[in-house]
């Protein structure tokens, strides 16, 4: 008799504990019941801010945390696995690892904020962030040393190259959605919520004259099964926010007192193949120096990425260029720790500026990877600036070659001239240790509410230069410490 493993079955290993908001009021709130969650109709926000909307339902717990990637996920996991009850709320749907298309168009469009179409107000910079149940951890490519070594341990981190795509089919990419918030589904304590999107923190005034708001919980509107919008309620003794450097801010600024700071190849070989990042230069990250400098790498691109960074100057100029595109090793020429800032009024409302050093940092990683190009036997280098020019190495003398690389590395930066894209944003609700310049203190509770927590990259001083995953787990798994702590002394209380 062939029998499988749960976790190998289409629903995947978070089904018990996704509930779909499509389904009829009534099955809704029996999951949720029968998942151990106090559900009514009823509501009383006593004196709290909330939206003008009343809420068509209102479930109770522990611990409500919207957003489930590399802080969210970790939080939520944590919190469950100790007794909590939690309910994690995501704006992003949920698709199990077996239903994963791996295919570029309907990836973007089910894993990615704005379907991957995100562009800054002024159009010069593409937006790339991670919208599903895990977060950026589903999509991206791979006490603090007791945290690092839990949180390595947990994601599987390896040196050796695994074949991906956009996501993973075989659960090798140890996601949030492979890792902790299995661990809130073992456990019994969680409940899973895709598909809904976070209105407003809800608080109120304490009662101790201290001037200092409490956190109660999360209103979050969706659409039922008639395809309405509703707005729901989920109060808890503890909220923590952990939607990303785009979206939580925005969320804090929603009738919050809580403030953000408002800154932030082989003969063989196809490019789209093997690992979606194989290789790292830091000849030019000045980690000796100030840190701010840029690293250089390979990057997976699929073609309708492709086509979209790559430039042309005519019909048959882009058609030669597609032609060529499973022998063209794109290359990230320079992933700047960057010093200039921006504001994400919303999610879908970004500005950015390009500071001057940002931009030199750029350019010489660009110089720097056409000369690793050549230098690897690329038969024809080119970049990515408006004009379009490439050599063909083997016909260009020395000089020819050094011109080439020297123009094309001093081309101003911006203004559309060469396509810029984000990844890995982070800032904008700083940790420190003054809350005249900071948003969260060192446990990651906010300074103005009680009981809210931030969980995510936003918490950064600063950008770190480097995929973010590991460190968003790292500071979470401490912050979840600091919200055990918090609920342990309630209950003692």
């Known amino acids: ?42 509501h009383n926000f006593n004196n709290a801010r909330r939206s003008t909307e009343c809420p068509a339902f209102t479930v109770e717990c522990d611990a409500v945390v919207v957003g489930s990637g590399s802080g969210g996920g970790v939080i939520a996991g944590i919190l469950a696995n100790a007794g909590h009850k939690v309910v994690v709320l995501e704006k992003g749907s949920y698709l199990a690892r077996s239903n994963l298309s791996l295919l570029e168009g309907p990836s973007m469009d089910q894993m990615y904020l704005g379907s991957g ?24 490519c791979e006490l603090y040393k007791e945290a690092m070594k839990i949180v390595c341990e947990k994601m599987g ?32 304590n969680g409940a899973i919520l895709p598909e809904c999107e976070a209105l407003e923190v809800i608080h109120e005034e304490k009662n101790d004259n201290s001037l200092k708001h409490k956190a109660i919980g999360v209103t979050f ?27 939580t ?24 193949e093997g690992g979606i990042m194989t290789a790292m230069s830091k000849v030019v990250a000045n980690f000796e120096g100030s840190g ?23 019909g048959q100029d882009i058609k030669m260029r597609m032609s060529k595109y499973s022998r063209t090793a794109y290359i990230l020429a320079a992933l700047a720790r960057d010093i200039g800032s921006g504001k994400a009024f919303s999610p879908y409302s970004i500005s950015y500026k390009l500071d001057q050093l940002d931009e030199e940092k750029l350019k010489a990683g660009l110089e720097k ?24 190495v083997n016909e260009a003398s020395s000089k020819e070659f050094e011109r080439f690389v020297k ?34 203190n060192s446990n990651g509770e906010t300074w103005e509410v009680e009981g809210l927590f931030l969980g995510d990259s936003s918490v950064c001083p600063t950008a770190i230069g480097v995929n973010p995953m590991v460190t968003i787990q790292d500071i979470s798994y401490c912050t979840a410490q600091s919200v055990l702590q918090l609920l342990k002394n309630q209950k003692l209380g």
């Not at 989920?234 to 979206?247: D, E, Q, R, W, Y």
């Not at 801010?249 to 789209?272: G, H, M, Q, T, V």
């Not at 990877?369 to 020019?389: P, V």
């Open 1 to 42: 008799m062939n029998t499988k493993k749960k976790d190998d079955q289409p629903f995947g290993p978070l089904h018990e504990e996704i509930i779909s908001l499509k389904n009829s009021q009534k099955l809704i709130f029996h999951r949720l019941q029968e998942l151990g969650f106090s559900v009514s109709k009823l």
């Open 117 to 140: 179409l995100l562009i800054t107000q002024d159009m010069d910079i593409m937006i790339l962030a991670g919208s599903t149940v895990g977060g950026g951890s589903t999509v991206n």
């Open 157 to 188: 981190v390896q040196s050796e190259i695994e074949d991906e795509g956009m996501g993973c089919k075989n659960g090798k990419k140890k996601g949030t959605a492979e890792t902790w918030l299995v661990d809130l589904v073992k456990s019994g």
């Open 221 to 247: 509107a969706f659409q039922n099964i008639e395809g309405m919008r509703e707005i729901c309620m989920v109060k808890s003794k503890v909220t923590i926010v952990a939607c990303g450097a785009l979206t």
């Open 249 to 272: 801010p925005s969320l804090l600024k929603k009738n919050s007192p809580s403030k953000s700071n408002d800154i932030w190849p082989e003969a063989e070989k196809k490019s789209y």
């Open 292 to 314: 701010y400098g840029a690293v250089i790498q390979t990057a997976g691109l699929h073609p309708g990425m492709f086509s979209a960074l790559m430039t042309w100057v005519s």
């Open 369 to 392: 990877t056409l000369r690793i190009l050549a230098a690897a036997g690329a038969e024809e280098i080119g970049t990515q600036q408006e004009k379009g020019r490439s050599l063909k």
């Open 407 to 440: 123009e094309e590395s001093s081309i101003e930066i911006g203004k559309h001239s060469v396509p810029i894209c984000s990844a890995h944003q982070m800032g904008r609700c700083r940790m420190g240790t003054d809350p005249t310049n900071s948003v969260v």
